[in-house]
């Protein structure tokens, strides 16, 4: 079965401190990954998408990147943290279908 | 644009009665519909879906009902059970020009299943 793992759980940050999120999946192959936001009091936003190795898609401008060095891992960094980044990070895996599935999050604060 | 909303932040429902969760969206192109559920620091997951050339999907205690012509789609919990009580996702998905099924996700509805 396909499990979907993200680390850390929890993390708090000082402002202008560098962010290095993961997250990999199992049991799947050249699955698509996402990595979503949802900030306080707000729905899921989604801020980038990989189809393969290497290929990001952004779908917000903003203070953070995303990597996919091999076929199951998905990294979100920040050279600065703001404090807006503050919220619960989530990643995701399809098999190009449309049900997504998530992973268990990362509650990111940033001080 | 908020292209999927959910209009009720917060919903209470006496356990036993039926739960209803609306959803309204504003893209045509959308062509097939999900929900999630979330526990408090959880990740979402999937609890069921319709495709836009449906009305209607039923699977056991949730059933989802699509209105196509008012862009508009609920998910019924019956009976509803405490354990039910979490966030919901409405959620609708459209395939993009690269050939990806784009998901945008609604607000969330917190239900409240009290005993």
């Known amino acids: 079965s396909q499990t979907i793992h993200q680390w850390p759980a929890t993390l708090v940050q000082p402002v202008g401190s560098p962010l290095s999120l993961e997250c990999t999946v199992e049991?799947?192959?050249?699955?698509?990954l996402y990595w979503y936001r949802q900030a306080a009091g707000r729905g899921l936003q989604l801020l980038f998408y990989?189809?393969?190795?290497?290929?990001i898609s952004s779908e917000v401008p903003q203070n953070l990147s995303a990597s996919r060095p091999q076929d199951r891992q998905f990294i979100l960094s920040s050279k600065k943290l703001l404090l807006s980044d503050s919220g619960f990070y989530l990643c995701?895996?399809?098999?190009?279908?449309?049900?997504?599935?998530f992973g268990p999050g990362t509650r990111l604060t940033v001080t | 644009d908020q292209q999927v909303k959910q209009n009720s932040p917060s919903l209470s429902v006496q356990e036993g009665r039926i739960s209803i969760l609306n959803c309204d969206y504003t893209?045509?192109?959308?062509?097939?519909f999900l929900w999630y559920k979330k526990y408090p620091a959880e990740g979402p997951t999937f609890l069921i879906s319709?495709?836009?050339?449906?009305d209607k999907n039923e699977d056991g205690r949730f059933t989802v009902f699509l209105n196509k012509s008012a862009k508009h789609l609920s998910l019924h919990i019956v009976p509803s059970q405490p354990g039910d009580s979490a966030v919901y996702f409405c959620?609708?998905?459209?395939?993009?020009?690269?050939?990806?099924?784009?998901?945008?996700f609604g607000t969330g509805t917190k239900l409240q299943v009290i005993p």
């Open positions: 893209n045509s192109m959308f062509d097939y």
């Open positions: 319709i495709s836009s050339i449906k």
């Open positions: 990989s189809v393969g190795i290497g290929q």
């Open positions: 049991g799947t192959s050249n699955p698509n």
């Open positions: 959620a609708a998905s459209e395939r993009n020009s690269g050939g990806y099924q784009k998901v945008t």
């Open positions: 995701a895996w399809s098999s190009g279908g449309d049900e997504q599935y």
